[in-house]
């Protein structure tokens, strides 16, 4: 059973970066076909995703967000980082991890609300 677990500051500041972890237990995340995102949703706003990293360690990122976003694994600790820097009141949304591993399955994290504000 896959369990994703979203860890970070509750609260940035504007400009600050923001830095979340994804903590996986039940399967690595160097599983074949299996692929760790990162998506968001914002008050009132549909699920946006910010990017992914796939088992080979190849990544992707939104194209709204390619600029200021970065997604990283640590294979030692079966952890996903995801970076967001120069973040504005905009970027307050709860942040998901999710994982689709090979049989097409999705697991989402809880999810953690990140706020944006001085």
């Known amino acids: 059973h896959v369990q994703l677990h979203e860890s970070g500051p509750g609260l940035v500041k504007p400009s600050q970066t923001l830095s979340l972890t994804c903590a996986v237990s039940g399967a690595s995340i160097t599983t074949n076909n299996s692929d760790w995102n990162w998506i968001r949703q914002s008050p009132g706003k549909a699920p946006e995703r910010i990017g992914s990293?796939?088992?080979?360690?190849?990544?992707y990122y939104s194209p709204s967000l390619k600029s200021r976003s970065s997604i990283s694994r640590d294979t030692s600790t079966n952890q996903v980082t995801l970076h967001l820097n120069s973040v504005t009141p905009e970027d307050t949304a709860v942040y998901y991890c999710?994982?689709?591993?090979?049989?097409?399955?999705?697991?989402w994290g809880k999810g953690t609300l990140v706020t944006v504000s001085s």
């Open positions: 999710v994982s689709i591993l090979g049989d097409g399955v999705e697991y």
């Open positions: 990293i796939w088992y080979t360690g190849r990544t």
